[in-house]
Nanobody, 124 residues
Framework: QVQLVESGGGLVQAGGSLRLSCAASGRTFSPVMGWFRQAPEKEREFVAGIRWTGGITFYGDSVKGRFTISRDNAKNTVYLQMNSLKPEDTAVYYC??????????????????WGQGTQVTVSS
């Protein structure tokens, strides 16, 4: 089992920045961590992912160049730095842990453990 706890969400004006954190704990090691988001009446969307080993990162097209995912192995924590935020970034952001590879890492179904979510609201 892996427990994931997100923090750092909030209200920010367009153009601003936020940093989300996801603290992982538990007895099971999941090699890949991901961030997803879901806005009201929209499907869940992949945002970013990272591998604990090697720190390989990958991003969804809508956030490339604006968001950065990173990890602190000593703290078992993954971060999502969000810059140049837009109103369309408004959503509940979820941290997830899984065992995916390749293109599968962009799909929520490949992640086994999920956090409770944190709200990000970007005002125009």
């Amino acid at each position: 089992q892996v427990q994931l706890v997100e923090s750092g969400g909030g209200l920010v004006q367009a153009g601003g920045s936020l940093r989300l954190s996801c603290a992982a704990s538990g007895r099971t090691f999941s090699p890949v961590m991901g961030w997803f988001r879901q806005a009201p009446e929209k499907e869940r969307e992949f945002v970013a992912g990272i591998r604990w080993t090697g720190g390989i990162t990958f991003y969804g097209d809508s956030v490339k160049g604006r968001f950065t995912i990173s990890r602190d192995n000593a703290k078992n924590t993954v971060y999502l730095q969000m810059n140049s935020l837009k109103p369309e970034d408004t959503a509940v952001y979820y941290c997830a842990a899984g065992y995916c590879s390749g293109a599968g890492c962009y799909a929520g179904g490949q992640y086994v453990y999920w956090g409770q979510g944190t709200q990000v609201t970007v005002s125009s």
